[in-house]
């Protein structure tokens, strides 16, 4: 099926320092998506975007985070500054139909 | 707000055995219904979906799921387990967000599958 790529897999930070995650989604779609899955407890939905622009967000999209999609490359989603509890492993997701989303392996983030 | 609960956190079968994992969802509509599978250190794999018509549908590996409007359930099956479906099976509904034109997923807690020889 289609493919989506996280890079890197796993980054260990020191907590206030920047971070960028970031993901090739499939080729085609339009939609995407991060999600935050804390060691053990379920996927939370982090935020979509879709047309260059942020669709929704959750509580959990604090304003240290940002997210972009320059000029069709990779989708990323920044931290500036990471605190600890960023720790987690973060998933990307695309759609073409806004309905099924495709994920990547997802990146583990430790942040010390 | 919208929830999905997984009741059984752990489930562990043997190998042959049949398989049920449930799903239960809290919408007051009829939302989009996923079951999804994450094998150790990998990304999350669709097994199946369902959007309307047929309650019973068939996904990938010999997997299937039924819904039900009047149990707001959404449980996974299936007739035969190999040891290679262990792995962590999230439930998931999917629902229109703000601003119209974007769909998020809400996930169950998943349960984890454990098939013994």
């Known amino acids: 099926g289609p493919k989506v790529l996280q890079i890197p897999s796993h980054q260990i930070i020191d907590m206030g320092q920047m971070v960028t995650l970031n993901c090739d989604p499939v080729?085609?779609?339009?939609?995407f998506y991060w999600y935050k899955q804390i060691l053990g407890q379920q996927m939370e939905f982090l935020v979509n975007?879709?047309?260059?622009?942020?669709?929704?967000k959750s509580k959990l999209f604090k304003d240290q985070f940002s997210v972009e999609r320059p000029d069709g490359s990779y989708f990323t989603l920044k931290i500036q500054p990471t605190a600890l509890e960023d720790s987690a492993v973060y998933f990307c997701?695309?759609?073409?139909?806004?309905?099924?989303?495709?994920f990547g392996p997802g990146t583990r983030l430790t942040v010390l | 707000a919208q929830s999905v609960t997984q009741p059984d956190a752990r489930v562990t079968v043997s190998e042959g055995a049949s398989l049920q994992l449930r799903c239960k969802y809290s919408?007051?509509?009829?939302?989009?219904l996923f079951w999804y599978v994450q094998y150790p250190r990998q990304g999350l794999q669709l097994l199946l979906k369902?959007?309307?018509?047929?309650?019973v549908v068939q996904g990938v590996n010999g997997f299937e799921a039924e819904f039900s409007k009047s149990n707001s359930s959404f449980h996974l099956r299936k007739a035969s387990v190999h040891w290679s479906d262990s792995a962590v099976y999230f439930c998931?509904?999917?629902?229109?967000?703000?601003?119209?034109?974007?769909?998020?997923?809400?996930f169950g807690k998943g349960t984890l599958l454990t098939v013994t020889p």
């Open positions: 997701a695309s759609s073409l139909d806004r309905v099924e989303q495709y």
């Open positions: 080729s085609n779609h339009l939609y």
């Open positions: 975007f879709y047309n260059g622009k942020v669709m929704e």
């Open positions: 919408y007051s509509a009829t939302p989009y």
């Open positions: 369902y959007y309307s018509g047929d309650p």
């Open positions: 998931a509904v999917s629902i229109q967000g703000r601003g119209g034109s974007n769909y998020k997923l809400t």
